[in-house]
């Protein structure tokens, strides 16, 4: 897909989020390397107390791609990902923007990523639970457009809370291609209303037309959902729907952070069969 409309809409109406019709560029990891990996709904959510059992193994991988929002899905080279809970665990992203980190398979972990030139985002906070972690990307944003999109929210970041953002998706993506993937269009599912434990008090939605709307008080089919200005804190997010069952994801909000929870992972659609209603 062009990604030149959705530029000039976000120069436009200023917009907050950024991973929308944007993330239609999203590469897949899997899809790139030919291998097998695991997939969101390959992955093992067993509860896990903290420490590795006697047959799982030591250590996990976690393995992404970066990649700038200001352009057609192009790498981020040499950005630094690094994991919030361990914090000599890093790595820098190769040419194509593609990285891979051994972690212990212990607890929980948020990475995040950071470059000169964009603006430092967190992901969702995971739990270690034996398997590998794949597509696990990071869709980077330039520090100015970052303060644009806050205008459209009507908010200003405040530095003494968190910017928190996720797609509501849909679990077609589970398993396509890259490009099956940038070609689907818009990645949400229409009809959600998202929750949060503990309560959140501002929700915006994105419209349609992938402009924020609060007047809204569901997904559009964009799926987009921002939370400004979140005070410190862990929280849990998810979403409820007519006929589609979700999985929730977890926040680890400190100040001054921007968490993008994006798809296929963030608050995804889950299969019938699927008995956990979380991430892990």
């Known amino acids: 897909m062009n990604l030149a409309p959705i530029l ?14 944007s993330a239609d560029s999203t590469p897949d990891t899997a899809a790139d390397s030919g291998t097998d990996v695991h997939t969101p709904a390959d992955v093992d959510t067993t509860e ?7 047959a799982e193994p030591e250590s996990i991988e976690i393995k992404g791609y970066a990649f700038a929002f200001a352009g057609l899905g192009q790498p981020v080279v040499n950005a630094t990902i690094r994991i919030a809970e361990w ?10 923007g593609t990285y891979s ?30 398997s590998d972690l794949h ?8 520090p100015f457009i970052y303060d ?12 003494a809370t968190c910017q928190i953002a996720t797609t509501v998706n849909t679990i077609d993506i589970r398993d396509m291609t890259l490009d099956e993937f940038k070609n689907y269009g818009p990645h949400g599912v229409e009809g959600a209303v998202v929750w949060s434990e503990p309560a959140v008090d501002t929700t915006v939605y994105f419209n349609a037309s992938v402009v ?11 799926g987009g959902v921002v939370w400004p200005n979140v005070p410190p804190g862990v929280y849990t997010f998810g979403a409820n729907h007519p006929e589609k069952p ?15 929870a994006g798809p296929p992972w963030g608050i995804r659609e889950l299969a019938p069969s699927e008995a956990s209603d979380t991430n892990p």
């Open 8 to 21: 000039l809409l976000c120069t436009a109406t200023i917009l907050w989020r950024c991973d929308s019709e």
């Open 48 to 54: 896990n107390d903290g420490e590795p059992d006697a």
């Open 87 to 96: 914090p000599d665990l890093v790595v820098q992203t190769a040419e194509d």
């Open 101 to 130: 980190l051994q972690i212990p398979n212990s607890g929980t972990f948020t990475p995040y990523a950071e470059h000169e030139n964009y603006k430092t985002m967190y992901l969702q906070t995971f739990t270690a639970s034996g």
């Open 135 to 142: 597509n696990v990307n990071f869709q980077m944003i330039e």
């Open 148 to 159: 644009l999109m806050a205008m459209a929210v009507g908010t200003t970041p405040d530095p």
């Open 212 to 222: 924020p709307e609060p007047s809204l008080t569901e997904t559009s089919g964009d």
């Open 246 to 260: 979700f999985a929730s994801f977890v926040a680890t909000c400190e100040a001054g952070r921007f968490i993008n």
